[in-house]
Each structure stands twice: as C-alpha cells, then as structure tokens.
C-alpha cells in the first residue's frame, strides 16, 4: 500500500532541491556566460543535482538507499544496454533527416562519407561510456528517483507526462541565462522552450522504460548522453550545417520520430502494467 502523502513530501523534497539548483545558473548569469570555470563548475554541480535531491529526500524521511538502481545488472539485459545506444543515435538522425528533405538540403552534407558516419557511431558508444560518468548525476534522480514517485502518485502515463515536463522546465533557467548572455536570438529562445516541452516526454519516456525494464539508470544514463551527442552528429552529417541551424527553429519534423519513439515505448509500458 502506497503512502501517497509521504510519496508527495518526498518528491517535493526533490523537486525544491533540484529547481533550487536549476536557478544558479540564472541568478548568476553573468559569471556563468563571462568566465568559462565558473561555467563549468556551475555546469557540473547542475548535473549532479538530481542525483544529490535524491540522496537528500532519501535521507531526510528515513526512506534508505536500497533501492537506488545503480547496478549494472547486466545478466539477462545487454541487449538492453545496445537498445538504450542505438535508439537515440536512429531517432536524432532520422529527425536530421527529415529536416533536409522538407528543406529540399542534401540528405548527407557535402564531403561526409558512410565510413565516416559509421567511424562517428563507434566514437559516439566510447563516448557514451565516458560521459555516463556525468550522466548518472541526472538519471540516478529523474529515472531512478521521481519517476517511481510520480507513477505511484499518477500511474504511468501521468508520470511520463508530468515527468517530462518538469524534466524539460528544469534546463530552462540555464537556457536563459545563456540568451543574456548574448547566445541565441529570442526566436531560438522560444523555440528552446518548446523543444523543452516535447523532446523530454518523448525521450523521458524511452529512458524510464529502460529504467523498468532492467531495474537499473545505467541503460538511462547511455540513452541520454547517446542522445546528447548524438543530435551534435546529427546536425553536423545530415545536410548543410547552416540550413540546418535555421531550419530548426522554424521546422517542427525534427519531432517527429520522438514523438513515434515516445508513443511506441509509453504503448509498450502501458501494457506490461495492464
């Protein structure tokens, strides 16, 4: 029987924590955009937030650290771990894609080879291993800490939706602090906040099934930093780097396969809960 009332004070207590932190970056905007330590420094204790508010909340309601989700848990899941790599690297890549055809740019950008995507996706699994060192500071608190407080709260697809949001609305203070310190124009801006409202459902949606799938954030932490640096590939591949640019902000195709991936994953969930 589920405590809904301590399920509630625990994810405030997460919440307040991680948002708390969120706003540094903001309230400190012009160190952050003038001096390249300060940025990283406020960049990687950004990062580690969600992990620390998950600590924290577990620690101040006595609610232990059994189930923390960080073993590997490979036996019986690998495969798991190759889906939670190759997913993002289609979804980012297909979403490039179907930019360049709807602006009528060539699918693969001038002087990019196969071999030279194929050399990129190898690099990007090396990659993927590297950062999850920095990834897990997120995935341990959104995948291995709200979202279990928010499906007891609202049940699956409640904590898909309502997860996603808050886990967009999270980069926003950091996003704007980036626009003042001269990056960006306010249309990019807008857009960033849309993108925030979409993207993160959809690949949040993705990340948790992994998570459910092998009780573990580490499948999570590979998605997401596959799919961070897998959409920098993306842009850079498929079509011609400044069309690109411009076409984001005013082409929605780019949404499109994380918005299949997002339906497919939540329909799959949805009915092993059934």
Same mark, same amino acid.
């Given at each position: 029987? +589920?405590?809904?009332?301590?399920? +509630?004070?625990?994810?405030?207590?997460?919440?307040? =924590? +991680?948002?708390?932190?969120? $706003?540094?970056?903001?309230? #400190? &905007?012009?160190?952050?955009? *003038?001096?390249?330590?300060?940025?990283?420094?406020?960049?990687?204790?950004?990062?580690?937030?969600?992990?620390?508010?998950?600590?924290?909340?577990?620690?101040? @309601?006595? *609610?232990? #650290?059994?189930?923390?989700?960080?073993?590997?848990?490979?036996?019986?899941?690998?495969?798991?771990?190759?889906?939670?790599?190759?997913?993002?690297?289609?979804? =980012?890549?297909?979403?490039? /894609?179907?930019?360049?055809?709807?602006?009528?740019?060539?699918?693969?950008? *001038?002087?990019?080879?196969?071999?030279? /995507?194929?050399? =990129? /996706? #190898?690099?990007?699994?090396?990659?993927?291993?590297?950062?999850?060192?920095?990834?897990?500071?997120?995935?341990?608190? &959104?995948?291995?800490?709200?979202?279990?407080?928010?499906?007891?709260?609202?049940?699956?697809?409640?904590?898909?939706?309502?997860?996603?949001?808050?886990?967009? #609305? &999270?980069?926003?203070?950091?996003?704007?602090? +980036?626009?003042?310190?001269?990056?960006?124009?306010?249309? *990019?801006? $807008?857009?960033?906040?849309?993108?925030? !409202?979409?993207?993160?459902?959809?690949?949040?949606?993705?990340?948790?099934?992994?998570?459910?799938? =092998?009780?573990?954030? &580490?499948?999570?932490?590979?998605?997401?930093?596959?799919?961070?640096?897998?959409?920098?590939?993306?842009?850079?591949?498929?079509?011609?780097?400044?069309?690109?640019?411009?076409?984001?902000? !005013?082409?929605? @195709?780019?949404?499109?396969?994380?918005?299949?991936?997002?339906?497919?994953?939540?329909?799959?969930?949805?009915?092993? @809960?059934?």
């Amino acid at each position: 029987m +589920v405590n809904k009332k301590l399920e +509630v004070k625990r994810l405030l207590i997460y919440l307040v =924590t +991680v948002f708390a932190f969120a $706003l540094v970056p903001l309230v #400190f &905007w012009k160190p952050f955009g *003038e001096s390249r330590t300060f940025y990283y420094i406020v960049g990687m204790i950004f990062c580690c937030s969600p992990a620390f508010a998950n600590i924290l909340a577990r620690k101040l @309601t006595n *609610e232990g #650290f059994n189930d923390m989700k960080l073993h590997l848990n490979l036996r019986g899941h690998f495969r798991w771990y190759l889906v939670a790599f190759f997913v993002p690297i289609i979804v =980012t890549f297909s979403g490039t /894609i179907f930019v360049s055809i709807v602006h009528n740019k060539p699918i693969i950008a *001038e002087g990019v080879s196969l071999l030279d /995507i194929a050399t =990129t /996706i #190898f690099m990007l699994g090396s990659q993927a291993a590297v950062f999850s060192l920095i990834g897990v500071g997120e995935e341990l608190g &959104w995948r291995g800490y709200m979202n279990d407080k928010l499906e007891a709260l609202f049940g699956t697809l409640g904590a898909c939706l309502i997860g996603g949001v808050i886990w967009g #609305f &999270w980069h926003v203070p950091s996003d704007i602090a +980036v626009y003042l310190n001269g990056f960006g124009t306010s249309s *990019e801006l $807008l857009y960033g906040l849309v993108e925030r !409202s979409i993207l993160p459902i959809c690949l949040g949606i993705f990340l948790m099934w992994l998570t459910k799938k =092998t009780n573990s954030v &580490w499948p999570a932490v590979i998605g997401h930093t596959t799919y961070n640096e897998s959409l920098n590939v993306g842009l850079m591949f498929f079509g011609e780097a400044e069309g690109r640019m411009e076409s984001s902000v !005013s082409n929605w @195709t780019l949404f499109i396969p994380f918005v299949i991936m997002g339906v497919l994953f939540l329909l799959m969930m949805r009915k092993k @809960t059934e």
